[in-house]
């Protein structure tokens, strides 16, 4: 529906609703996509955690510390980074997650999300998840499966975060497009024309073209 949005997604061993010990309830909606096994932990509030239970307490602490540096992850990625950059970290992200619990299989994410939960933790849509899939699977970087996801090369799919960020004049380009510019013919800069203007310019362009696309 376009609705929905993933902001995590948990893995075995994850404490869950941690926020749930410092407030009356999660601000979080938990849904189970295969057979799970849960614990229920009642813990004392405020505190009184830390004063009786400092190992939980620290556990929990580090737990909300990495989910804060999670979203601000997809923060990131929902505001700054194209189709490619955002899979691609999302990529990432899950093999060190998986590696560092010992249930990455090789070069193999094996995680029950299809492509309509990467949309949703991407904030794309379907459309531009098999597309994006589509060329990692072209330039031989990642394959997508049903179930799994295999990396065929971890380096390139890193690098694709780090190249796309540093391509020349990539932010001044994206730029002159959100302000309407187009590009001269025959020449790089781009010519910028007041909205509704219509006719050859009579004046000095410095006062009708728009500064900062003379650069």
Same mark, same amino acid.
């Given at each position: 529906?376009?609705?929905?949005?993933?902001?995590?997604?948990?893995?075995?061993?994850?404490?869950?609703?941690?926020?749930?010990? @410092?407030?009356?309830a999660?601000?979080?909606? $938990?849904?189970?996509?295969?057979?799970?096994? @849960?614990?229920?932990?009642?813990?004392?509030?405020?505190?009184?955690?830390?004063?009786? *239970?400092?190992?939980? #307490?620290?556990?929990?602490?580090?737990?909300?510390?990495?989910?804060?540096?999670?979203? #601000?992850?997809?923060?990131?990625?929902? &505001?700054?980074?194209?189709?490619l950059?955002?899979?691609? *970290?999302?990529?990432?992200?899950l093999?060190?997650? $998986?590696?560092?619990?010992?249930?990455?299989?090789?070069?193999?994410?094996?995680?029950?999300?299809?492509?309509?939960?990467?949309?949703?933790? $991407?904030?794309?849509?379907?459309?531009?998840?098999?597309?994006?899939?589509?060329?990692?699977?072209?330039?031989? !970087?990642?394959?997508?499966?049903?179930g799994? !996801?295999?990396?065929?090369?971890? #380096?390139? @799919?890193a690098? =694709?975060?780090?190249?796309?960020? =540093?391509?020349?004049?990539?932010?001044?380009?994206?730029?002159?497009?959100?302000?309407?510019?187009?590009?001269?013919? &025959?020449?790089?800069?781009?010519a910028?024309?007041?909205? &509704?203007?219509?006719g050859?310019?009579?004046?000095?362009?410095?006062? $009708?073209?728009?500064?900062?696309?003379?650069?």
């Amino acid at each position: 529906s376009g609705r929905r949005q993933i902001v995590n997604y948990a893995l075995p061993g994850d404490i869950l609703c941690a926020d749930s010990v @410092l407030f009356k309830a999660s601000s979080f909606d $938990l849904t189970a996509r295969t057979a799970a096994s @849960l614990i229920r932990i009642d813990t004392p509030q405020g505190s009184e955690l830390f004063d009786r *239970h400092p190992g939980l #307490a620290a556990a929990i602490a580090w737990t909300m510390g990495q989910e804060d540096s999670i979203l #601000a992850e997809r923060v990131v990625s929902l &505001g700054r980074r194209d189709s490619l950059e955002k899979l691609a *970290h999302a990529l990432c992200e899950l093999e060190a997650r $998986l590696s560092a619990i010992g249930l990455m299989r090789g070069r193999t994410i094996e995680l029950p999300l299809n492509q309509e939960d990467f949309a949703d933790v $991407l904030g794309i849509s379907v459309i531009h998840v098999n597309r994006t899939f589509r060329r990692l699977s072209e330039e031989k !970087i990642a394959e997508y499966r049903k179930g799994a !996801i295999d990396l065929l090369d971890r #380096a390139r @799919l890193a690098e =694709a975060i780090r190249r796309r960020r =540093a391509e020349p004049g990539r932010e001044r380009r994206a730029a002159q497009r959100s302000r309407g510019c187009r590009p001269r013919r &025959g020449r790089r800069r781009a010519a910028c024309a007041p909205r &509704g203007w219509r006719g050859r310019a009579r004046g000095p362009p410095s006062r $009708l073209a728009d500064p900062a696309c003379r650069r």
